[in-house]
């Protein structure tokens, strides 16, 4: 190679690396300007202590993280740690609650005409277009006191007397459920829409009972699709803040809230921030267990993550 | 048979969880109009909620704030994350992976974590500098925050759809960077450009939490404004509002239809 070739070629790499760096910089300095630094020092105030007036101040220290596995002034209160079990429990129940409402109406759509698909999934998804706080209050007016859902409910037994469906945990869970649906149903029908009924037919040519058809050759094919859509609903419903700040009153406080509530009121910003990192981990926790099961069941890569 | 029962049984699925979908959006509407101010009783037709927002001050300027917010936002996110999308796809066959990471963070964070963590540094820094006082310039911050990601994969996702020797074409039809911006690359560009201003619009306008934490005392938005009323006590003025911000949605709804039929013919 000669020389003024090399140069060339050097050159070329030099504007293709200043390129890039106008190209990208812009926005990956915005970014880590904006959201990775904020969230290091989230993560640093978390081992700071809590001053008189909620600001962190040194020294370092993982008093809060000992305040939220529940220590405090009066010894141990099991409080915080309901809260982390009912994030828990509300995030499992209303996505397994999502698959089971999501599964038919992704297949269903599927089995309209072609020209009615599109129209059906913008149904699906317009509501969740209004703001979030609008359609929680939707709810609150739904199951006030004295509407025809809260009085049915106590024809039934199921709430006392002159009560209404929220403040509840129930109502937590249908405002997750009502909010989170739309997400598991675009990525199951983006599924159904590429299966491949061949294997579906052999299986009943092959007597297959329709569970086992369907287990076989059906769910296999949607498991991409039910893997974004877990993914999609159970993260972001994990730190939820404004459905159990609104349905869910004190008795359904979620870890969301219990976070807020540090940086608000009760003003203690190391356990707001202990409780920052615990969502975190539950996150990347989450995204990296999808991937995993995604991966060993084979639909791994088209798994959008 | 069997069949036919199956499906009748899934189109009734269907209307059910429409019903479920939409019934709390209509209740929002129909009380809207009610007479009186009971949340349980629907007592006869009026607008007097509505004549009531017309009047208040703080509605109006949290409508404006919400407006100046989700454009502003949206322009700077469009410019800031066209760069990066295109940036990606020239240089697609780098080793690019940090900046993946740093795309879909913002994406991945729960919002709550977003919020917070914006806030306490917005407030630290401003302890210390006098910079970044919370109001709409730290709310268009943590929105362009939030919005680049969506333009940048737009965008990245519509470059790796076309053709690749069109780029060699318009390297050779026009001579300078500039041109070939102007000429080739916005106008092939334009249709997801535009879908990247409105879905960054609206991820704007249905924002609440991040919104609310990057907050300050003069720069409440509409969603804001709504959950202290709320907090305050159910009113009947809030179904008025809530009414009007579904009916933008129900109108943005019909447009995007429309704009997608266009699309295909």
């Not at chain 2, 390297?171 to 092939?188: G, N, Q, S």
């Not at chain 2, 249905?206 to 202290?228: M, N, Q």
């Amino acid at each position: 190679m000669t020389e003024t070739n090399m140069a060339v070629r050097s050159r070329g790499v030099v504007s293709e690396t200043r390129h890039l760096l106008f190209s990208v910089m812009p926005g990956a300095v915005w970014i880590i300007v904006f959201l990775v630094l904020p969230s290091i020092y989230l993560m640093a105030v978390a081992f700071m202590t809590n001053g008189p007036y909620g600001q962190p101040q040194m020294p370092l220290s993982l008093e809060s993280f000992r305040q939220l596995a529940g220590f405090g002034f009066l010894g141990w209160s099991p409080g915080n740690l309901y809260t982390l079990l009912r994030s828990l429990w509300q995030t499992l129940l209303s996505t397994v609650l999502v698959v089971i409402v999501a599964y038919p109406i992704a297949y269903y759509i599927t089995t309209c005409r072609e020209k009615w698909r599109p129209i059906m999934l913008l149904a699906v998804v317009v509501p969740s277009w209004t703001n979030q706080v609008i359609r929680t209050f939707g709810w609150m007016n739904l199951l006030a006191p004295g509407t025809p859902l809260s009085d049915a409910a106590q024809a039934l037994g199921l709430i006392a007397p002159n009560m209404g469906l929220y403040p509840s945990n129930f109502a937590v869970t249908l405002g997750l459920v009502y909010n989170f649906l739309p997400f598991m149903v675009l990525p199951l029908y983006a599924a159904f829409e590429k299966l491949d009924t061949a294997q579906v037919q052999a299986a009943q040519d092959l007597y297959a009972a329709p569970v086992r058809a369907f287990w076989h050759a059906v769910f296999p094919q949607t498991l991409p699709g039910l893997l974004a859509g877990t993914v999609l609903v159970a993260i972001p419903a994990f730190g939820m803040y404004v459905i159990p700040e609104l349905l869910g009153g004190g008795k359904g406080m979620m870890l969301g809230n219990l976070v807020a509530n540090q940086f608000a009121g009760s003003a203690n910003w190391p356990l707001g921030a202990a409780g920052a990192i615990l969502m975190l981990i539950a996150t990347f926790v989450g995204l990296y267990a999808m991937r995993r099961i995604g991966k060993r069941l084979g639909g791994g890569e088209e798994v959008v993550i | 048979m069997k069949k036919r029962t199956l499906q009748r049984g899934l189109t009734a699925f269907w209307w059910v969880t429409i019903t479920f979908l939409y019934l709390p959006l209509l209740v929002v509407m129909l009380f809207s109009f009610n007479a009186s101010n009971s949340a349980a009783n629907f007592t006869g037709f009026s607008l007097r909620w509505y004549e009531r927002l017309m009047g208040n001050e703080q509605i109006i300027s949290a409508f404006w704030n919400s407006l100046v917010l989700a454009i502003v936002s949206s322009v700077v996110a469009l410019a800031i994350g066209c760069l990066i999308g295109y940036g990606m796809y020239r240089h697609r066959h780098r080793k690019l992976g940090w900046l993946i990471v740093l795309i879909y963070l913002p994406i991945v964070l729960p919002d709550i974590v977003f919020g917070i963590s914006e806030m306490a540094f917005f407030v630290s820094i401003h302890r210390h500098t006098g910079l970044l006082q919370p109001g709409l310039g730290t709310m268009i911050i943590a929105h362009v925050t939030f919005q680049i990601p969506f333009v940048a994969l737009i965008v990245y996702s519509r470059l790796v759809g076309l053709d690749a020797t069109l780029f060699e074409a318009a390297k050779d039809l026009y001579a300078t960077p500039f041109k070939r911006a102007v000429h080739f690359l916005i106008p092939t560009l334009k249709p997801a450009l535009i879908s990247a201003f409105f879905l960054s619009f609206t991820l704007s306008v249905d924002d609440f939490v991040i919104s609310f934490f990057t907050a300050g005392p003069e720069s409440a938005t509409l969603p804001i404004y709504i959950w202290g009323a709320i907090k305050k006590g159910v009113s009947p003025e809030i179904n008025a509002i809530a009414t009007l911000m579904i009916g933008a949605v129900a109108i943005a709804a019909v447009l995007s239809l429309m704009f997608n039929r266009q699309g295909r013919h």
